[in-house]
């Protein structure tokens, strides 16, 4: 091909027609046409990550803080009502269970771990015991899922009930 003041030319000698000009400007993607395909990839995968069953770490998150706050609440009852209150874990229907009845569901992708008291009470694994004077039998509570864990930690002597991210 030989180039004659900037215009293509064909083997031939001839200009190109209108229509090679045409095809070679229209070449490519614009930066729009770009956008709006990433723009459906996005929605596609954010529906998909939200239909996805599972718990993910906020989820996770507020199955132990709903664990903490039963233990807390059976902390006070004890202390208030002056008896022993107790906290037990119902491995068939993966839920804590307080003396009061209050319970909170352990989804099954969670996995719990109970460091403590290695007892039975009412057919269900014991998990802690409060004492009318504040003080409690102590337990961890590990609860994790993929590489997201979180403790509950009930100190044996006061009784307190802390959550923490290891």
């Not at 459906?40 to 996770?60: E, H, K, N, Y």
């Amino acid at each position: 091909m030989s180039r004659k003041s900037g215009h293509r030319f064909s083997e031939k000698g001839h200009a190109p027609t209108q229509d090679a000009k045409r095809a070679a400007s229209c070449a490519g993607f614009t930066l729009l046409e770009v956008m709006a395909v990433m723009l459906i990839i996005a929605l596609v995968a954010s529906v998909v990550v939200t239909m996805t069953p599972g718990t993910g770490r906020a989820g996770l998150k507020a199955v132990t803080l709903r664990s903490a706050a039963l233990l807390r609440r059976e902390r006070a009852q004890a202390i208030l009502g002056g008896r022993t209150r107790r906290v037990s874990l119902d491995g068939g229907r993966r839920i804590l269970v307080g003396d009061d009845g209050d319970a909170v569901p352990i989804p099954r992708d969670v996995a719990i771990d109970v460091l403590g008291a290695d007892a039975m009470w009412s057919g269900r694994r014991a998990v802690v015991r409060f004492d009318p004077d504040g003080a409690s039998t102590g337990v961890v509570l590990r609860l994790s899922r993929e590489q997201a864990e979180y403790e509950i930690r009930v100190n044996w002597f006061t009784g307190g009930v802390a959550v923490s991210a290891p």
